[in-house]
């Protein structure tokens, strides 16, 4: 087994330093590698591979709702970016800009998209005439730029891999109805195939996204009790639509300017996934975005008919993903890479296992070993990948819930937060001033997480000030 320990060796405990654990992973895993560029990653194939899964995942749940995929242009010109004012502000210090074409100066900068609103308001100004072309509801999967000062693999990168949707609408009602859908298709994606529990809610006035009316997002905890927004949904009533002249003739012959909507979800979303699920052995990824879901590990792989039984058991579990480990390294190696990778199911098969028409399933999640008749293959995989992905779950909203605290007073919630560990989710009242919410950040380093949309009354009075409250607010460290 010396293998094995050499290689779980080379990630540094989670419990000794946390941030180093999740860069060995993202390594060691083979999820990515760092490029010449700072802060742009490679995301290697069987990183890439998650992310597809993802993608289809989530993909299907757009188009059920009547979403169509489109493509913008990268790059967009200053003048357009400008046209709306707190979209270019917020995001001024992050764009990327292009100045020159070949060896000609450019006319006119154009930015590399940090965010598409502008170009698809642009578009839609042109596009859409009546109200018989309403409602719009596009998506766009791509790369955006921002050129972030810290950047971390997934959680923070100069360039990263996202969808965004941005929908106009008829009416105030439909664009607020369509903001809440696609945050509801968010937190069930996470819960039900990423098996990441979160809670909703609305962003404050200090927190939402630039230009938006009202920012509402799915926040998760990780392992180490520091937040991850992990979705946003926006609802920008008719400010992009007034900046950028996005009318329609309404059934009245009326012209009238549109409500329009964005959402996105991106890949630090696989970080989430390491953070929430992985342990010191690497990955632990849910079966559902797993690409591999069942590794198949011979014994004494030379030794005649291991291997052909190998790849009949293979055979048998069509419909799932699977793949046999036919490689040259030791049993004991191939074991830890796979735990390292995060594959939900092992299946061990030696001569004995033959001899008894038996073989071994072994957990990824928690190590649990079981002896099937191989024969029973197919069906034993197929209960234990749903019950793996339904353990995942309720572990990760054990966890969760453990990490959740209440702060009714100014010392208590200090209690909380006066420390560098991150520790957990904080519920406490806020009077809704913004110089509180700059306070408690300058003071313990802390957000605000969201408003959640499920409400306490956790005491009359807010956490820092000390005035009557109007709101609980979900308070974290976050990455």
Known sequence: MADKKKLVAEITSMDEDFTQWYTDVCIKADLIAYSHIKGFMVIKPYGYAIWENMQKLLDERFKETGVQNVYMPLLIPESLLRKEGELVNGFAPEVAWVTAGGTEPLTERLAIRPTSETVFSDFYKDDVHSYRDLPRLYNQWCSVVRWEKETRPFLRSREFLWQEGHTIHASKEEAEARTQQMLNIYADFLANDMAIPTIKGQKTEKEKFAGAEATYTVEALMHDGRALQSGTSHFFGQKFAKAYDITYTDKDNQLKYVWQTSWGATTRMIGAMIMVHGDNRGLVIPPKIAPIQVDIIPIQQRKEGVLDKAYEIRDMLKGFRVKVDDTDKSPGFKFSEQEMRGIPLRIEIG??????GTCVIVRRDNFEKKEIRISDAAAAVGELLKTVQSD???????????????????????????NDKGDGFVKAMWCGDRACEDKIKEMYGVTSRCIP???????????????????????????
């Open 453 to 479: 949309f499920e409400q306490e009354h956790i005491a009359g009075t807010c956490v820092c000030c000390g005035k009557p409250a109007k709101k609980m607010v979900l308070w974290a460290k976050a990455y």
């Open 351 to 356: 001569p004995r296992d033959i001899e008894n």
């Open 392 to 418: 995942m779950l309720k572990k990760a909203k054990a966890h969760l819930e453990e990490m959740t605290y209440a702060a009714a007073t100014p010392e208590e919630f200090r209690a909380r937060f006066d």
